[in-house]
């Protein structure tokens, strides 16, 4: 796992850095998108590159990681509209070449199960973006989670909630309590793991990520199983790190032709 720590700006430009790199190599790459607010600086830096420097998407494929259920179609925290706001729209991507597992149909896990197929039939996900959750939950992999579920139904903990209720003008009570969310089993199944997280609440979150014992009790430790997992933070998010100099060394002595 690598572990770089840098102003925000930077972490978001090292991420689209890696996606255009890919996208250059690979015209058709398949995207893992994340919502939150963990991407957004690398969606603008995206946005970015395509208006003026010619980044395109056309051939790409996009999947996001999870979706609310139940939330009306046209709702503005729906993830499918988040995604579209956030970089879809803003990039020459066709509203059908970015799929999320859909939170509205009546058969919730024929819904996930198509989103399994959906995926491997793309030839699964290149590159994935993740943010991180206080509780340590990737996509909706709350505590507890199966450290090898695919696509399901996930109930939110009360902390993810009141995380999220920001998006719902701080009303908690409008948050849903179900979501569809890629497994970890599925998300581990992508060939590069890039995840951002800054500020000091994403602390203790990050130290275990990075350094704690492999556990469902903090989800995204199964990451330390990856063999190419990236992990962007600012100052703030690594304070906890116990090993932050010799990371710092580390990224500080690397070939700037390795990339991420
Ligand atoms: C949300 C999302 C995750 C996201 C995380 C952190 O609930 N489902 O995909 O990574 O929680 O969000 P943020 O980046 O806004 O802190």
């Known amino acids: 796992m690598e572990v770089v720590i840098a102003p925000a700006q930077e972490l978001a430009v090292l991420a689209a850095e890696a996606i255009e790199a890919l996208l250059r190599r690979r015209p058709q790459a398949v995207l893992g998108l994340a919502t939150g607010s963990s991407p957004s600086q690398v969606y603008d830096e ?5 208006a003026e420097g010619g980044l395109s998407f056309a051939r790409a494929r996009g999947f996001m990681l999870d979706e609310y259920v139940g939330l009306a179609a046209d709702h503005p925290e729906r ?3 988040v995604i579209a706001a956030d970089i879809a729209e803003r990039v020459d991507w066709q509203a059908d070449q970015v799929q999320g597992p ?4 009546s058969d919730l896990s024929a819904a996930c199960a198509a989103y399994e197929r959906a995926i491997a039939d793309a030839g ?4 994935q973006l993740l943010g991180i959750g206080t509780d340590g939950h990737i996509a909706f992999n709350e505590p507890g989670s199966s450290l090898a579920s695919r696509t399901r139904i996930k109930t939110l903990t009360t902390q ?3 995380d999220n209720a920001r ?3 701080g009303d908690v009570e409008q948050v849903p309590t179900h979501c569809l969310t890629q497994g970890l089993g599925t998300i581990m199944e992508a ?3 890039v995840l951002l ?3 000091r609440h994403k602390a203790e979150a990050v130290h275990q990520l990075v350094e704690g014992p492999v556990s469902a009790l903090w989800p995204a430790t199964v990451m330390q199983f990856h063999p190419h997992a990236t992990v962007l933070v600012d100052e703030a998010a690594a304070s906890r790190l116990q090993l932050a100099s010799y990371y710092r060394q580390t990224y500080d002595s690397k070939p700037a032709w390795q990339g991420l």
């Open 102 to 105: 859909d939170g509205l149909a």
């Open 197 to 199: 997280a800054t500020g």
């Open 160 to 162: 993810t909630r009141v």
């Open 79 to 81: 993830y499918r509209n």
């Open 46 to 50: 995206l946005a970015r590159r395509h």
């Open 191 to 193: 060939r590069h793991l």
């Open 124 to 127: 699964g996900v290149d590159l």
């Open 167 to 169: 998006f719902f003008d």
